[in-house]
């Protein structure tokens, strides 16, 4: 009698291989949605990355020149390519200078030049923000940092620009 209620049952033997299955084949599609889930944001980001921003390196003079360029955004699962600016330009000590133009009072663009009554500085139109030649915050106008400054790397004479960066110390 003992012995034949050890026996697995056809009912139960059928319910164990059915829950295994099942488990099985749920696994299964489980398993690539919840990769696609997580997998973007577990994927390192292009933070860093240097473009050729078709600029080369003899025709950057002391003269701050605007130049853009696109580069490729991967946000999770969405690519986009995104618009980038700098003011370029080569300074007393013959240093490539690239920086960012967004104003770091509130994110308008700034100019060279873009004031006639202050036609060496950087100039940021909405707010009447100046900065000055070395990207610095000119006192008591609007901005109270230094322009942000990018990454940079010349390869083969042609300028490579990464990450606009905030300055040391700023
Ligand atoms: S946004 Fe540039 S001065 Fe305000």
Not at 63 to 74: A, S, T
Not at 104 to 111: E, I, N, T, Y
Not at 118 to 125: A, E, G, K, L, S
């Amino acid at each position: 009698m003992s012995e034949k209620k050890q026996q697995v049952s056809r009912r139960q033997f059928l319910n164990y291989t059915l829950t295994g299955v099942g488990g099985f084949m749920a696994a299964g599609m489980l398993a690539p949605m919840l990769r696609m889930a997580v997998d973007p944001v577990l994927q390192e980001s292009g933070h860093g990355d240097l473009t050729n921003v078709s600029l080369a390196v003899e025709d950057i003079t002391t003269d701050p020149q605007r130049i853009d360029w696109k580069v490729k955004q991967v946000d999770g699962w969405y690519e986009s390519e995104v618009n980038r600016s700098a003011w370029v330009f080569k300074d007393e000590n013959d240093e490539i200078q690239a920086f960012s133009p967004i104003c770091k009072h509130l994110g308008c663009v700034v100019s060279w030049e873009g004031s006639d009554e202050y036609p060496d500085q950087f100039y940021c139109p909405c707010h009447d923000g100046r900065y000055y030649k070395d990207g610095t915050n000119v006192p008591g106008t609007p901005p109270l940092q230094p322009l942000d400054v990018y990454e940079q790397e010349v390869r083969d004479g042609m300028l490579f620009l990464g990450d606009a960066v905030p300055r040391e110390g700023a």
